[in-house]
């Protein structure tokens, strides 16, 4: 069963840098998509970064130009590299991995949570 592992959330005061990191049980070069999501308090969890196979990413457009998204097929990890923190980016980040059919997979970890302070 494929796990997922977040780290690196933590306490920033705004304008500061956090680097998430989603550690996996399974080789990701394969994954279709792997992405960040994040869910504040009150909210549904939104898209916030995903990265595809081929590298392809997209954003939230609320994080264009602060945050970057990267994968280690090596390391079988995935970054999020966040910069310019906001407070209104505090919030539950959650990595996923996704899989089309066939070999459909959909897996979430625990989350780790990012706090900015004003």
């Known amino acids: 069963q494929v796990q997922l592992v977040e780290s690196g959330g933590g306490l920033v005061q705004a304008g500061g840098s956090l680097r998430l990191s989603c550690a996996t049980s399974?080789?990701?070069?394969?994954?279709?998509?792997m992405a960040w999501y994040r869910q504040a308090p009150g909210k549904q969890r939104d898209l916030v970064a995903a990265?595809?196979?081929?590298?392809?990413?997209n954003y939230a457009d609320s994080v264009k130009g602060r945050f970057t998204i990267s994968r280690d097929n090596a390391k079988n990890t995935v970054y999020l590299q966040m910069h310019s923190l906001k407070p209104e980016d505090t919030a539950v980040y959650y990595c996923?991995?996704?899989?089309?059919?066939?070999?459909?997979?959909?897996?979430w970890g625990q989350g780790t949570l990012v706090t900015v302070s004003s």
């Open positions: 399974t080789r990701i070069f394969s994954i279709n998509r």
């Open positions: 990265i595809s196979s081929g590298g392809s990413t």
């Open positions: 996923s991995a996704y899989n089309a059919p066939p070999g459909y997979l959909e897996v």
